[in-house]
């Protein structure tokens, strides 16, 4: 027995760090490579203009240490972490967890779902330009070595995007195996390096005074908003730690920061700030002049492989947003494939990797440069962080149990942290910063216009439909009752469903047992077995049943059926047929959508995916009766 318990403890103990090791290559793959660009953007004349002296590198360093401590260790590591809805995180799902505080009024209700609906369109701009910018970054530092490649730095960068979304397909745990030892090599070649200088520099370590950020902040007047716009870069992609938890787990994630990233990220920017010191000329690439000349070529194919991994961390992240977006009602259905038997919470959406592979090609071709996109970079991150904090402060208020006055300074104090990089950030729309901000404006419009024509959709079918109770007493008039189940999809019990009613006037017949059958989505990532149906007898062999899922779970409907067994209605799916309704959506001239709402949402409405494939219904069991709808 104790043989058996300790092979089960070393067997979780090998999953653990086989978790860790994953987080490493697709958590941490974007914040891990910041060192890159965020020291020589620091001190780039036409970027924030601080002059290259002593104290502007102190303060610089101190300014980024303690933003990696603050924003990701604390506010992240430490505090969002803890905002675990069973298992997963991301801004829907924190959202969801916000809104299960007691008494929610419906105007904070409704400020959750705006700021939801302004995360997930912000966290869809920081996806597409990630991996625009990591891989472009990646393929331009081979121009150290070789400058003959520069006229195919766009071509080997559009292969390489290609490559990476096509591995996806093959789930993150995949990705994760693949990418997490290069990623764990390359923190360790980042410590390694910045100690080097650090030990012929050690006074470079007072830079780990705080004080020294604050003189920085305070000696440069309106000009310290460049600075701190360069400073962001040194944590886009911290917002993944959060995003990603579903994928690995709470304490992968945490284990991972805490000793690898956090202490390899600052030992290199030290040992950056250290060379600058002694060799202030190095400002031209201070992150490749770390080392000689002949360790060049190695650490710029290194560093190529690292910055292609950077992506993964959004890219992740993004598939597992968008199937909350769905399950929640933010976006159409579509296929979402699970990856991995294990870890339920890693999935592959197609349409996103698509869709986000013909995005991110087009800013390639479009920019043609990172450093064209470095100005874009920084504003979806803040703003989501920012959105991220409001979150966080109700679910600390009322689902924590935080008095007022601690969840308002705890998360004031980070409100502000995010306000300030989020102000900083402002200053590169007309560089680039327009680029986020159109995006994510496009899928704002698009998700809230998705929101509301559902809405108007559902009072268009339902608002006239014929009371069930009304109907169950004219059911002894029906002329036949025909042998079987009819399963009637509808989205309330309550109502006739426009399928039963276009059933009876067709064919003429009703089944034996007639049952209907409602989907409904939880504002929980999970539901238990014992919660997963509800059903009610109408009589008349009329029967009422709900089934509950949660934002991370695929409807099932035939497995749900099969869970009514206990409840005295057992149902055999050979002698089953089920009826959807297919609604044809028409313009109406009285509708409370506009004319280009009502087209977009009709557009939306034909991409969704069928009904029967969504809700895992056997396809030879199903019958669809049509009907028109105005919107």
Known sequence: MQSSHSSDQHDAGRRHWALTLGALGVVYGDI??????????????????????????FGFLSMVVWSLVLVVTLKYVVLILRADNKGEGGILSLSTLALSGKDRSRSQRRLMTVLAMLGLALFYGDGMITPAVSVLSAVEGLEISAPDVQHWVVPITVVILVGLFLIQSGGTNTVGRLFGPVMCFWFACLGAMGVVHILQVPHVLK????????????????????????????FTGGEALYADMGHFGRRPIRHAWVAVVFPALVLNYFGQGAL?????????????????????????????????????????????????AVQLGYMPRMEIRHTSESEIGQVYVPRINWALLVAVVALVIMFGSSAKLTDAYGLAVTGSMAITTIMALFTARDVWGWSRPRAAIVFGFFLFIDFSFLTANCLKIPQG?????????????????????????????????????LFLERADRTPVRVAGTAVFMTGSVDKVPHALLHNLKHNKVLHERVVLMRVLTEEVPWVTRERRVSM???GKGFFSVTAHFGFMEQPNVPR????????????????????????????????????WQEQVFIALSATALSATTFFDIPPNRVVELGTQVEV
């Open 207 to 234: 830079a780990l005074d705080p004080r020294y950020a604050l003189d920085l902040a305070f000696n440069h007047g309106w000009s310290v908003f460049y600075i701190l716009g360069a400073a962001v870069l040194s």
């Open 560 to 595: 749900a059926l099969a869970e009514c067994r206990p409840l005295g209605l057992a149902i055999d799916l050979a002698e089953t047929s089920f009826f959807l309704g297919r609604e044809t959506l028409v313009p109406s001239s009285r509708s409370d959508l506009t004319r």
């Open 536 to 538: 009610e007898k109408l």
């Open 276 to 324: 600058l010191l002694s060799k202030p000329e190095a400002i031209d690439n201070p992150f490749f002049l770390l080392v000689p000349e002949f360790l060049l070529l190695p650490l710029v194919v290194l560093s190529t492989a690292a910055t292609i991994i950077a992506s993964q961390a959004v890219i992740s992240g993004v598939f597992s947003l968008t199937r909350q």
């Open 32 to 57: 891990g490579t910041s060192p890159l660009y965020t020291m020589h953007t620091a001190f780039d004349p036409a970027i924030t203009g601080m002059p290259l002296n002593e104290a502007n590198i």
């Open 433 to 469: 910063g327009w680029l986020p901000l159109t995006v994510g404006l496009g899928v704002f419009v698009l998700v809230s216009t998705w929101r509301l024509g559902r809405k108007v959709l559902y009072d268009r079918i339902y608002r006239d439909a014929l009371p069930m109770s």
